[in-house]
């Protein structure tokens, strides 16, 4: 995947767009959020979206009802999370609280922070993510994306042509860095999911191939032994990391990260917790299609079934 040379690309419709590296992440200036969208900015922000596969907007002083309102622009926008609990008066907006959880849960226990695309546990996972920043650390707590689309297309072509016909199992599971989080687990697993995905999906709307496997969420390839399924995860998700395919955003109060769920995967910070700092952000998603591999078929829902 060749993306052309860009610094800072002035839209028809007025947006101002900066690629922040080589392969993934853009920020758009140019727009005030809090208002209703004409069409025409909807479709250059999807556009830029597509391309860059995460954008960010800085100072954004939105509302709750208007990160929804802006996320409406371009699906249908989801309850929180299908089994973790939303904001209070806004089910929409699913709350990212590092405080609250280490009080509500009995802090002794730290959860892996691994890369992963959101909730593809589920039948349909979500087609896109939108983050805002509430509480942000005076330093640590960036976010970092990768994009699985350029992490495909650069694996070798008899790699490319094996992982084309396989399936991976995905479910809601916690990882543990340490101590237990049986309370958690509880909460996250009130609800089974359980979804067999292509290893590679197509992009509904650029056609792209993508890597569609995550450490958090894909426990085991279908067609692979259980010994051979974790050596070509661990190869994928390697690869999937790697620091070229990258951006890292550094937070501030009311930036929005809006990601393209269908073709990256994220990094949640572990950096600023022994800081003592609280970081408070409220994400919405919104709802997406079943994927499709490269043989056209669709995903297999086993426990769950589908979020909206």
Do not use: C
């Amino acid at each position: 995947m060749t993306i052309a040379n860009e610094t800072e690309t002035a839209s028809a419709v007025g947006l101002d767009v900066r690629p922040l590296s080589g392969y993934i992440g853009a920020e758009i200036f140019g727009v005030d959020l809090t208002e209703p969208l004409e069409p025409a900015v909807v479709a250059e922000i999807r556009a830029t979206l597509l391309k860059w596969k995460v954008v960010f907007f800085r100072d954004q002083h939105v509302t709750p009802a208007q990160q929804i309102a802006f996320g409406r622009h371009f699906g249908e926008v989801t309850p929180g999370h299908p089994t973790l609990p939303t904001l209070e008066g806004h089910p929409e907006i699913f709350p990212l609280d590092s405080q609250a959880y280490s009080a509500g849960l009995k802090s002794g226990f730290q959860v892996r922070s691994l890369w992963h695309t959101d909730v593809t546990f589920v039948h349909n996972p979500p087609m896109g993510s939108i983050l805002r920043g509430v509480v942000i650390p005076p330093y640590g707590g960036d976010t970092q994306w990768t994009n699985l689309a350029v992490a495909y297309e650069t694996l070798s072509e008899p790699l490319r042509s094996f992982i084309d016909g396989l399936h991976a199992v995905h479910v809601n599971q916690i990882h543990l860095e340490r101590g237990d989080s049986s309370q958690l687990q509880k909460l996250f697993t009130s609800t089974r999911y359980e979804t067999v995905h292509p290893v590679v999906r197509v992009h509904p709307e650029t056609g792209e191939r993508v890597l569609f496997v995550s450490p958090n969420f894909t426990q085991r390839i279908v067609e692979l032994s259980n010994t051979e399924s974790q050596q070509v995860l661990n190869l994928l998700f390697n690869h999937l990391a790697t620091p070229a395919y990258t951006v890292r955003f550094r937070w501030q109060p009311d930036s929005i990260a809006f990601w393209d769920n269908r073709a990256t995967a994220h990094l949640v910070p572990t950096d600023y917790g022994h800081l003592d700092f609280d970081r408070v952000m409220h994400r919405i998603t919104i709802a997406g299609d079943i994927p499709v591999g490269v043989d056209g078929a669709q995903s297999e829902a086993r426990e769950g079934g589908s979020f909206s």
